[in-house]
Nanobody, 124 residues
Framework: QVQLVESGGGSVQAGGSLRLSCAAS????????IGWFRQAPGKEREGVAV????????YYANSVEGRFTISQDNAKNTLYLQMNSLEPEDTAMYYCAATEGTILNLSSRVWNYWGQGTQVTVSS
């Protein structure tokens, strides 16, 4: 079965950086789109950045474009999110998600598989 395991979260001060990782297993990695989402307390889950299957295209949320970089290592079936210039508003639980096919949609409703999440806390 599809398994997604996130790591790399933590606490940083505003302006700092973190790198999240998501180890994927249980499916043919190249046939699935994969991405990062986040959910802050009291807010809906929102898309951060996604990569379509086969690395066809990348899509970022406006709020993180220019600060965050999504990438993947196909040989390791691992997805990354490099987060720079972090702001307190970036504080949230960050989730890795995957779904079969070419998807460039930041709505959480179209993604079928989810990890357990990793917490990111940014202090001012």
């Amino acid at each position: 079965q599809v398994q997604l395991v996130e790591s790399g979260g933590g606490s940083v001060q505003a302006g700092g950086s973190l790198r999240l990782s998501c180890a994927a297993s249980g499916y043919r990695y190249s046939r699935y789109s994969i991405g990062w989402f986040r959910q802050a307390p009291g807010k809906e889950r929102e898309g951060v950045a996604v990569i379509a299957a086969n690395g066809y295209k990348i899509y970022y949320a406006n709020s993180v474009e220019g600060r965050f970089t999504i990438s993947q290592d196909n040989a390791k079936n691992t997805l990354y999110l490099q987060m720079n210039s972090l702001e307190p508003e970036d504080t949230a639980m960050y989730y890795c998600a995957a779904t079969e096919g070419t998807i460039l949609n930041l709505s959480s409703r179209v993604w079928n598989y989810w990890g357990q999440g990793t917490q990111v806390t940014v202090s001012s």
